[in-house]
């Protein structure tokens, strides 16, 4: 096994300053903080004389695409001899990757991740504390900023660090949302950011097709275990003719529900059959990074997700558990959740 380095925001940023061609990789189903983090830090390396580009081993939800204003490059367009160095931004752990992995493996020179269980690939700057990535991102452009390497932010990197942070803490609203991401944040507004804009983009701004997808959402979301467990199966036969990225807000309907201490969500991958996202959401009751992390994923205690090649699951037996995604261990893990209004902490 690899020994690699542990490094500090200031260590990280000195890294970067020495980087050229530089490519940066997201994480499968890119959300707003691994592409906002992944914009900003191009921008940073540009800045640097150093240049970047940008990949993702899925391409970036249509929802998004009024917020993305750099090329995002696919596995099938990328020729890694190209690059000189390569940084992960975000990005958990091999499986997160995707089809990126196999181009890079071996060949990543540093991941910036703010996951409190993550694989390591390579040397790596890690801030579990840190709200998204982005808080991270900006800590590196307020060191070289400090250090002289530029005055102030590069111009078009505050918009894209609202992104990261907003889309990570749901505009502010989850637990990861510190006093510090807010002072972040506000930094960030004062540099000239629209944060209403972004937000109204990211939260308030739906499609017919996520409209619909909220419908069948709500359709098909089981309550299990007196409540405690809440869960979605959204499969190719549930989704109908919609394709997988218009149910990015599923979790977050299910956890919506009164008495729902655990939620998951899981979502059964376009063009990959028997592939299946699951993402979980704790109301701090359960570590769901640990479950996660038994099946390759990772993530933070309130908030993880992974990836299951397995055969359909089926709502079945007295459990009513997709036994194929949560075997015995979880369900225990499950069943010592108290009930909603039990008193219990």
């Not at 991941?111 to 991270?136: N, Q, W, Y």
């Not at 502010?172 to 944040?185: D, G, I, L, P, W």
């Amino acid at each position: 096994m690899a020994d690699f380095r542990s490094l500090t925001p200031a260590e990280a940023a000195h890294r970067l300053c020495s980087m050229r061609d530089t490519l940066l990789l997201c994480h499968t189903s890119p959300d707003g903080d691994t592409l906002g983090s992944a914009m900003a830090l191009k921008k940073l390396l540009c800045a640097l004389g150093g240049g970047a580009e940008i990949a993702a081993p899925d391409k970036p939800p249509e929802a998004l695409s009024p917020l993305i204003r750099d090329r995002i490059l696919l596995p099938g367009g990328i020729d890694p001899a190209r690059y000189r160095s390569v940084v992960c931004v975000d990005v958990a752990s091999r499986a997160q990757l995707g089809e990126l992995f196999p181009l890079f493996d071996g060949k990543i020179d540093l991941m910036l991740d703010h996951h409190e269980k993550s694989e390591r690939l390579s040397d790596f700057c890690t801030v579990p504390s840190a709200a998204a990535v982005g808080e991270i991102v900006f800590e590196i452009a307020e060191i070289l900023c400090g250090e002289g390497w530029f005055s102030d932010l590069p111009a078009g990197i505050a918009e894209d660090l609202y992104l990261s942070i907003s889309s990570d803490t749901g505009c502010f609203r989850f637990s990861n949302a510190t006093a510090k991401t807010h002072r972040v944040a506000a930094r960030l507004l004062e540099a000239g950011c629209d944060g209403a804009a972004i937000n109204h983009l990211l939260f308030e701004s739906r499609s017919p097709e996520e409209l619909e997808a909220e419908r069948i959402t709500l359709q098909n979301i089981r309550l299990l275990l007196g409540g405690r467990f809440g869960a979605v199966l959204l499969d190719r036969a549930a989704r109908g003719a919609l394709a997988a990225e218009y149910f990015s807000s599923a979790i977050d309907t299910v956890r919506s529900v009164r008495g729902v201490a655990v939620a998951a969500a899981i979502k059964e991958k376009d063009g990959e059959d028997g592939s299946f996202k699951i993402s979980l959401r704790s109301d701090g009751s359960v570590n769901v990074s640990d479950l996660c992390a038994a099946f390759g994923g990772g993530g933070h205690a309130r908030a993880a997700g992974c990836l299951r090649r397995r055969s359909a699951p089926r709502w079945t037996g007295r459990r009513k558990i997709p036994l194929d995604f949560f075997p015995p261990a979880c369900y225990n893990t499950l069943c010592s959740v108290p009930r909603y209004g039990s008193g219990s902490s």
